[in-house]
C-alpha cells in the first residue's frame, strides 16, 4: 500500500519569513496526484496546492511552492512571507482515482 | 469551485443506536467516495472507498458491518455506524474525487455517542 511520511510534527516560523515543510511517499504506481492541505481548527479541509505526478515543472500558488523530486518520492511545501493565518495542520497526500491517503501531519506555528 | 456537503455536522447519540451520515456532491458527480475517520490532534485514516454503484473497498481493520458505506449514485454516499459504542466517538470527513486528480471535501461530522 501506498504511504505518506511527514517527518516533522511541528514546525515554527517568524512571520514574513519563508519554511519548507517534507513530505516523502513511497509508491510503485506512474500516476498519481500529490496534494498539500491545511487544516484550521475548524477542521475544514483546505487545498493548498496539487501536483501531478506526470509533470516535471513544480506547481506552484501565490506564495506557496513544491519542490517534487519524483525519483526520490519527495514533495515539499514551501510557504514564503508567512502569515499569521498561515498558522494550521498541514497534511501531505498522496492520491490516484482509487487511493487517497495522508501524511500525519505538520503542525505550524507563526510568531508574529 | 466544487461543493461536497456533509451532514450532519454534529451528532450525539445513544450507545446501541445507529447513525447515518451522508456526503452530497452537489455540483459535481464524484466518481469515488472516500470516507475518512480522524482522532484529535491525528491524521485522517483512510477507512473505506466507495465507487457508485459497487460494495465499498474497507481498509483492514475496518469492520465492514459496524461501517456500513452505501454509494447509491454518482452524488451521494452515506456512512452508518450501526450500533454504536463510545469507542466510536469521532470525526468523520468524506471526501469525493472527480475522476481528473480533483479531490473535495465535506465539512466533517463530529459523533459524540454517550
Known amino acids: 500500500a501506498q504511504t505518506v511520511t511527514q517527518s516533522q510534527p511541528e514546525m515554527s516560523v517568524q512571520e514574513a519569513e519563508t519554511v519548507t515543510l517534507s513530505c516523502t511517499y513511497d509508491?510503485?504506481?506512474?500516476?498519481?496526484?500529490l496534494f498539500w492541505y491545511k487544516q484550521p481548527p475548524s477542521r475544514q479541509m483546505i487545498l493548498v496546492i496539487r501536483?501531478?505526478?506526470?509533470?516535471?515543472q513544480n506547481a506552484t500558488e501565490n506564495r506557496f511552492s513544491v519542490n517534487f523530486q519524483k525519483a526520490a518520492k519527495s514533495f515539499s511545501l514551501k510557504i514564503s512571507d508567512s502569515q499569521l493565518g498561515d498558522a494550521a495542520m498541514y497534511f501531505c497526500a498522496y492520491g490516484n482515482n482509487n487511493d487517497m491517503r495522508f501524511g500525519a501531519g505538520t503542525r505550524l506555528t507563526v510568531k508574529p | 469551485g466544487a461543493v461536497v456537503s456533509q451532514h450532519p455536522s454534529w451528532v450525539i447519540c445513544k450507545s446501541g443506536t445507529s447513525v447515518k451520515i451522508e456526503c452530497r456532491s452537489l455540483d459535481f458527480q464524484a466518481t469515488t467516495m472516500f470516507w475518512y475517520r480522524q482522532f484529535p490532534k491525528q491524521s485522517l485514516m483512510l477507512m473505506a472507498t466507495s465507487n457508485e454503484g459497487s460494495k465499498a473497498t474497507y481498509e483492514q481493520g475496518v469492520e465492514k458491518d459496524k461501517f456500513l458505506i452505501n454509494h447509491a449514485s454518482l452524488t451521494l454516499s452515506t456512512l452508518t455506524v450501526t450500533s454504536a459504542h463510545p469507542e466510536d466517538s469521532s470525526f468523520y470527513i468524506c471526501?469525493?474525487?472527480?475522476?481528473?486528480?480533483?479531490?473535495?471535501f465535506g465539512e466533517g461530522s463530529r459523533l459524540t455517542v454517550l
Open positions: 471526501s469525493a474525487a472527480t475522476g481528473t486528480g480533483e479531490l473535495f
Open positions: 501536483q501531478e505526478a506526470y509533470k516535471q
Open positions: 509508491t510503485s504506481e506512474s500516476d498519481y496526484y
